[in-house]
């Protein structure tokens, strides 16, 4: 009886026990070390991951990867890349992973490694490492094979791989491949044919064994867990061996086996654990089309679009990001040796409409972007052509000792006009065709209107550098989709102003700010304004740092400022735009230093790179700045369209033989312009990767503006229009 009165207290008390109990073990688990898992899926489709109700409804990161790998064997070297933090080189063979005790080429595999590396072997080995650390050896940029598993082993983690890409008489192991440091050994794990049930409907009678798989990954005590999924890369290799309909069937099949392994695995996820679904390569078609794009998922506690330092851009991130975030997730900082940075998730409910999803708008991104890409050079060298042609029918009017008609001249001089405000219109585009076509159509209203082709080429001239700089400040969102703008496929760059446009900001700001001046010479504070402001996006980190560019700013601003301010340029001049250069490279870095190593921009990571190792990384970049240049000066159609402008300049100064008296005298501070657009074009050639890109873009202005001044002079087209003074 007393024991029954006593029931409620007892329950209370053993109530209170329970939830503190859970309370505890909640704070426990909270405490505990996190996890990573990486799921590899070769090929992912955005249909499958679209179609996915799971996904779509879940809170997830998605994202654009970019799989670019620095070249050979591109299936390898997308896999190597990851686990390096680095664009790697590929070779044939690099997945061939085996445990130690599997035979390879008559004799077990750890035997095997231990004659070509002269090391113990590992539970599992890559055969090949000799041959992959040798080819590598080529990057003239940071680049360690294997320092994903180098850098958490040096930190206490512990890596473990599972699954296998097998098929009956190939093996293929790219878990191994991105587990393994950077002697090609992985610690733990199992790949071998275990992980495989033998089923006729799959390719190769084999398919991964999910059960198995997802007992192995959930109960392993290791802090990175990578898996591959295997299915997806075996349908790879049988696809040209399929009809249509039962390719897509079996590419539903897999799929839907895949996304229900990974639904399974984050329900069976203990705490504090995250995953990151990546494709290494992209689907087969694409890899053909060298369209270098794949899709990826990351599990969050928000829903949004993914971004990392290296892109800058919301739904777009590289393969060199993904080691770097596996170490961000872990509590670690990133390591010297990845260029890479990690990623996080951003919602972007801006860049989609209202009805349709994350995914889709991701969808549709991508298409702009391949679209863009598939037909960029196609666009670039019809301009450029179009230049050169234009280019040399306005030399030969130069050349010959006559006069032509009026209209002719008329003609070529509108025509001059037109391709001046191409790159306003590949700018203003994919808004509409309609902002394309005004901005065509404003040279042509300004010449009638005011019977000058000056005053056309600065109404063109300051509207494009305006515009640019207003785009750069709000993200440049109208350069990333410009067919003038950078490639997210190549990869080089993702944000700020890129070599192409930068040379137009610089060269047409120097070009119609001089002939501005034409009309009242007060408007010199206003211009010194506008270079600083120029100068500004050009440089500062948060707008994306082109280095390059913001020394072409410096001495193509500062020499022109110097001209039109009537002064001479002298020793003292030079050794000040020096000093100048130097305390804007300053200012950079000063900046950059404080935004933390995730958000570096390219000055941030190149002065890390020679913080750790010194003139060797220097050199490094040297090589590489002169190996694009000449490279692009042999083979691009940039290269072309530079040396003809350079050449129409200089025949413009010969023929007529009294322009270059008549220039000097009646237009002294489009001469000044001239001349600044000229020591800006050389400082870009020389201080870009891309220079022949950025100077051809550059003197664009200057060799518009003395083709038109010397036909007119030559033809009588229109009377002499003189600088006020």
Known sequence: MIFKKQYPKLFLILACLLLNGFFSLRGFAQETDPKVYLILWHGIRWEHLVESDWLNEGQFGFGIMNVRSAGGAPIE???????????????????????????????????????????????????????????????????????????????????????????????????????????????????????????????????TDYSLLLKLATSTDADLVIIDLGDPYRLFLAQDFLLPEQKEKLATLIAQDALNFLKDLDQQLPPNSYWLLISPVPTKERLGLSQWLAPMVMQSKDRGLLVSGTTHWPGIVANIDIAPTILSLLGLEGSPQMLGRPIRIEDEKSSRSASESLLESLVRMEKQ???????????????????????????????????????????????????????????????????AILSITLPVIAYFYRHSALDAIMAVALLTAILLGIDVLRG??????????????????????????????????????????????????????????????????????????????????????????????????????????????????????????????????????????????????????????????????????????????????????????????????????????????????AFNDSGVVAAATCVFFATTTMLTLALGLKHDLFPAQTDIE
């Open 77 to 207: 070297g997308g896999y190597l890349s990851i686990g390096s933090g680095s664009r790697a080189y590929g070779i044939t063979g690099a997945g061939e992973v085996f445990m130690s005790e599997e035979p390879y080429k008559g004799q077990e595999a750890g035997v095997v490694y231990r004659t070509r590396t002269g090391i113990d072997p590992s539970e599992i080995v890559n055969v090949r490492i000799a041959n992959i650390l040798d080819v590598n050896k080529q990057a003239n940029y940071p680049l360690a094979i294997g320092s994903l598993v180098d850098y958490l082993i040096k930190h206490g983690k512990e890596v473990t791989v599972y699954g296998n890409s097998d098929t009956k008489d190939q093996r293929t192991r790219w878990a191994g491949l991105v587990g393994m440091d950077s002697l090609g050994r992985v610690f733990n794990g199992q790949i071998n044919d275990a992980l495989l049930l033998e089923d006729d409907e799959y390719p190769f009678g084999l398919k």
């Open 369 to 435: 972007i391949l679209a863009i890409s598939s037909n960029r050079g196609t666009v670039l060298r019809w301009l450029v052509g179009l230049q050169i042609f234009v280019c040399l029918v306005a030399l030969l009017f130069l050349v010959l000792p006559l006069k032509m008609p009026k209209v002719i001249i008329k003609g070529i001089v509108i025509a001059l006009l037109i391709l001046l405000t191409v790159p306003l219109a590949l700018l203003l585009l994919p808004q509409h065709w309609i902002f």
């Open 476 to 685: 440049a969102w109208w350069i990333r989709f410009s067919y003038l703008g950078y490639d997210a496929i190549a990869g080089a760059r993702y944000y700020g102003i890129g070599n192409e446009y930068m040379g137009i900001l610089i060269g047409a700001l120097i070009m119609g700010s001089a002939i501005l001046l034409r009309f009242n010479k007060n408007l010199k504070p206003l211009i010194g304004i506008l270079f600083l402001i120029a100068t500004a996006i050009i440089a500062a980190p948060q707008w994306g740092t082109n280095v390059g560019g913001a020394i072409t700013a410096v001495l193509g601003f500062g020499v022109t400022w110097v001209l039109i301010s009537g002064m001479r340029i002298r020793l003292r001049t030079i050794l000040a735009m020096i000093g100048l250069v130097v305390l804007v490279l300053g200012i950079i870095m000063t900046i950059d230093n404080f935004s933390g190593f995730d958000d570096q921009s390219h000055i941030g990571q190149t002065v890390g790179i020679i913080r750790n190792d010194g003139l060797t990384a220097i050199i490094m970049i040297i090589k590489r700045k002169l190996s694009m240049n000449l490279r692009l000066f042999r083979y691009s159609f940039w290269s072309r369209g530079l040396i003809v402008a350079v050449i129409a300049m200089g025949v413009s100064l010969i023929w007529p033989s009294n322009f270059r008296r008549w220039l000097i005298k009646e237009n002294p501070r489009v001469v000044a312009g001239i001349i600044g657009t000229l020591v800006a074009t050389i400082t870009a050639l």
